[in-house]
């Protein structure tokens, strides 16, 4: 019975797989990696800024080959065309198929298998190439660059972490600061509530700034500027690193209302005349060839004009918040662009704009108003997302989009994010340069992977790769320069095979051909568990990069040849052994039982706590259990949070209101039950009780408050208890990140009081 009720905790890093994968040259003749020098260059602190160009990354998140303006996207991103036209647009850039892998490969310069994050981190296995550690000998970039005098910055999401690391108990070398960044600002998941974030500076939890109109874009490019001007102190001209990842745009698509309601009507079209309107525009600016066609819908989506009004009219809803949200973003981007313009650095920063995977269709066809209801394995049913129809984007839901807005925003590709065909990896790369690229506008179809960023740079900057990186011997990086097709348009590709791999799906591209296969194509569904040995299909992306047609029955020579070559790149960068979704899913659960008896059913805190995952935090929701809470109160009147897991979009937790001690249950819709004690605990010393029955199959739960051996409230209430609080908040003791749990109060206040030790004992039988 612990079991099952165990694998309810699970969940919730299945909720985290809004997830990527990738590959590299067929072999080390074909690929020349960043060389090694013999020590790292040195910055001289005279050393003028001019010599070494800064790097600015704005790594998007989930967003389509065919999503930004610049890309015949319909979807305004002004600031975005601002440095295409500045640079160049990579047309045939590859990426891996979800955020954790790709984001891993880019800061490494190495294949997501080779430093260990083959899938998502929420899911790692534990087996090389998916344990979820990256290794030593794979120092980032902004290691590299930083050993070469650069000040590094991170801002924004940072989701290639285990759970069990990402508390404030470290280790902390798998953190930004671990990686080589002098200074982080953002959040250690794979997605964030843009109004109400639990945000990290460097190493501690730290709250939103106090704004009304707040939102966490907004927030993260105050910040990236502040970061920017910081080397005022001391050396202006010293070049930086910065990798600006915002959530945007993964779910929730969150967006100031204005924003909203600048895209009322755009999207009436439906995503069928969406997709032929871009397809159009895509062959205009030869960002496709002339011959493309769309590809196939995938199983389970309808043609537009096969839908009933109201889910037109939700749909079409949905794609203009997504919308708002991402050109939001893009005008907060502006603004750092702007400030560097204003001191003169933009003409000497290479500025990199990219998506960690293709388009997201985690919303299956319903979309999700909160998307905690990814891991339950539960989809909305339409009159559940219309409730929230007004308010969708707003503080009160936690959306995603219909999956046909997914593929529409990866045209012409077939397919999505956590797929292996074109539409999970192929997507948007823009790179400028003023001082040193002196093509303004250009289009680049050279094959480039999300492996080659980090190299390109240490190339154009001028800084080798450095033979150690705290104290450890570098392994080369196997991603390559493509440097030199800044100025060669018709330079030929100097890579000739490129695998992917995730959750079962394979490919490999070699020469412009496709082989892939078709394992796993409903990113909503975690229980995929069949074999991974479906046949192998073949696509001429040159003349097909909408995979319209199998060749693989007319060239079994070819499909033989890049057979050969995909086991030989699996076997060289640690892709297997292959496995589903589900078996990393299992592996948390394992890990979960692991942790429950090695703390003999007890969770103890010496005090106040926070910051911990859902994933390794008391299983509250999933098991039975009775809390004690040492407290010494300074009057009868104390309002704060005992203990808290998740906000207020789903979560349970013991709060004192007016020294009156209330258990607070929220629903993923945001409705609240309550039960709460009839009198305050006095001022001075108390033992606080809660004891919470969560009997497995029923919605009942008898809940009993006591204080120094008084009863205070016992009730029997009926609450859906979710399967997770969403990967968005953690659970906190003394102490409540996030959004607060109790309505109208503060988050990220300290208990008044004081907290001495606090024990959740699940030890009794269930």
Not at 116 to 121: E, K, L, T, V, Y
Not at 356 to 363: I, K, R
Not at 691 to 699: E, I, L, M, P, V
């Amino acid at each position: 019975m612990l079991k099952g009720r165990l694998a309810r905790m699970t969940v919730l890093a299945s909720g985290a797989l809004t997830l990527g994968m990738a590959a590299t040259p067929l072999n080390a003749q074909q690929s020349t990696p960043t060389p090694q020098a013999e020590v790292p260059v040195p910055y001289a602190p005279g050393q003028r800024q001019e010599q070494r160009p800064n790097v600015l990354v704005w790594m998007l998140d989930d967003v389509g080959f065919a999503q930004l303006s610049c890309f015949g996207g319909l979807v305004a991103t002004p600031n975005i065309d601002r440095v295409a036209a500045m640079g160049l647009r990579y047309s045939n850039y590859h990426t891996a198929p979800i955020c954790s892998a790709a984001r891993a490969s880019l800061l490494s310069g190495r294949m997501p298998h080779s430093v260990n994050i083959g899938s998502h981190a929420a899911v790692a296995r534990p087996f090389p190439g998916y344990n979820g550690q990256i290794p030593a000998s794979a120092g980032s970039i902004a290691d590299n660059l930083h050993q070469a005098g650069y000040a590094t910055f991170a801002l924004g999401k940072w989701d290639h972490l285990l759970a069990e690391e990402s508390t404030l108990a470290g280790p902390f070398d798998q953190w930004p600061a671990g990686q080589g960044f002098d200074r982080f600002y953002g959040f250690l998941a794979a997605d964030a509530d843009n109004w109400n974030p639990t945000l990290i500076r460097d190493l501690s939890p730290v709250t939103k700034p106090d704004d009304p109109d707040y939102h966490l874009n907004d927030d993260l490019a105050d910040q990236a500027i502040s970061m920017i001007r910081s080397r005022d102190a001391r050396n202006p001209s010293r070049p930086f690193f910065m990798y600006w990842a915002t959530g945007t745009a993964h779910a929730p698509h969150h967006a100031p209302q204005e924003w909203i309601d600048r895209y009322k009507g755009k999207f009436d079209m439906g995503w069928d005349k969406a997709r032929e309107a871009i397809l159009k525009q895509q062959k205009a600016e030869g960002l496709v060839p002339e011959q493309t066609k769309l590809g196939p819908r995938p199983e389970g989506m309808p043609a537009w004009n096969r839908l009933s009004a109201e889910q037109k009219t939700l749909f079409a809803r949905q794609m203009e918040v997504f919308a708002a949200s991402l050109s939001h973003a893009d005008e907060q981007f502006g603004r750092i662009l702007d400030a560097l313009e204003a001191s003169g650095e933009l003409e000497n920063t290479i500025v990199v704009v990219t998506s960690d995977n293709g388009a997201s269709a985690e919303g299956a066809l319903n979309g999700l108003f909160s998307e905690a209801l990814l891991g339950s394995g539960k989809q909305p049913s339409l009159a559940e997302n219309m409730e929230f129809y007004d308010r969708w984007g707003g503080p009160e839901t936690y959306p995603h989009y219909s999956f046909g807005w997914a593929v529409a925003g990866d045209t012409p590709f077939r397919y999505f994010k956590q797929t292996t065909h074109e539409g999970g990896t192929h997507v948007p790369l823009v790179v400028a340069w003023p001082k040193g690229i002196a093509a303004r506008g250009e289009r680049r179809a050279q094959f480039v992977h999300v492996a080659d960023i980090a190299p390109t740079i240490l190339d154009a900057a001028g800084v080798p790769l450095a033979e150690t990186v705290n104290n450890v011997k570098q392994q080369p990086m196997e991603g390559i320069s493509f440097t030199y097709s800044f100025a060669a348009p018709e330079a030929p590709t100097r890579k000739s095979a490129q695998y992917f791999e995730m959750f079962g799906n394979k490919g490999l591209w070699s020469d412009d051909w496709l082989l892939v296969t078709t394992h796993r194509t409903k990113p909503w569904d975690m229980t995929t568990a069949t074999p991974p040995n479906e046949p192998w299909e073949l696509y001429d992306l040159a003349k097909d990069p909408g995979e319209t047609s199998d060749l693989a029955k007319r060239n079994p020579e070819r499909v033989a040849s890049m057979d050969r070559a995909f086991a030989e790149q699996a076997e060289r960068y640690n892709v297997n052994p292959i496995g589903n979704v589900s078996e990393g899913t299992l592996e948390t659960m394992r890990k979960a039982r692991e942790e429950f008896s090695r703390r003999g059913g007890k969770w103890r805190f010496e005090g106040p706590v926070s910051n911990i995952p859902g994933t390794v935090a008391p299983p509250i929701s999933a098991l039975s259990f009775t809390m004690t809470a040492a407290l010494d109160l300074p009057d009868n009147s104390v309002t704060g949070p005992v203990f808290a897991n998740g906000g207020h979009l789903g979560g349970m937790g013991l709060y004192l209101r007016d020294g009156k001690p209330v258990v607070i249950l929220t629903t993923i819709k945001g409705e609240t039950t309550e039960i709460a004690a009839g009198e305050a605990l006095p001022a001075g010393q108390s033992t606080l009780s809660l004891t919470f029955t969560n009997a497995r199959g029923s919605d009942e739960h008898r809940v009993t408050i006591s204080a120094n051996d008084k009863t205070l409230a016992h009730d029997t209430v009926s609450f859906a208890m979710p399967v997770s609080f969403g990967i968005f908040e953690s659970f906190g003791v003394g102490i409540d990140y996030g959004s607060a749990l109790l309505p109208g109060a503060k988050a990220g206040v300290p208990f008044a009081g004081t907290i001495g030790e606090v024990v959740f004992d699940f030890s009794a039988p269930h």
